[in-house]
């Protein structure tokens, strides 16, 4: 198989914002010094506290707490990019699990 763009989890921070809700920030880097393919846009989609884990097979019957579009140009070799948003949901005392998925047929 030819060298390809491996992304990863950097870091999630979940922030309980003043007056309730909280701010959730997830970075996601490639770590392969092989760029995502320009137009090759994916989905970054979290979880908070799913009855089961998200997996390839299951993700179209569970729904997921916040989903970011991305765009693949953001990551190059080595390249990081934040991704933020407020929610207001229950209290987190649990799981949290996120997923990076590229729709079908995006080579």
Do not use: K
Not at 51 to 64: E, F, R, S, V
Request: net charge negative; aromatic share 8%.
């Amino acid at each position: 198989m030819p060298p390809a763009p491996h992304l990863a989890v950097d870091s999630i921070t979940l922030t309980h914002n003043q007056g309730g809700g909280y701010t959730v920030e997830v970075t996601v880097r490639n770590q392969s010094g092989i760029p995502v393919t320009y137009g090759n846009n994916f989905h970054v989609t979290v979880y908070v506290d799913p009855a089961q884990p998200p997996t390839y097979a299951n993700i179209p019957t569970i729904t997921a707490d916040i989903e970011w579009g991305v765009q693949g140009s953001w990551f190059g070799a080595g390249e990081s990019h934040p991704l933020e948003v407020s929610i207001y949901a229950r209290e987190c005392t649990s799981r949290i699990r996120l997923r990076c998925t590229t729709p079908a047929g995006v080579g």
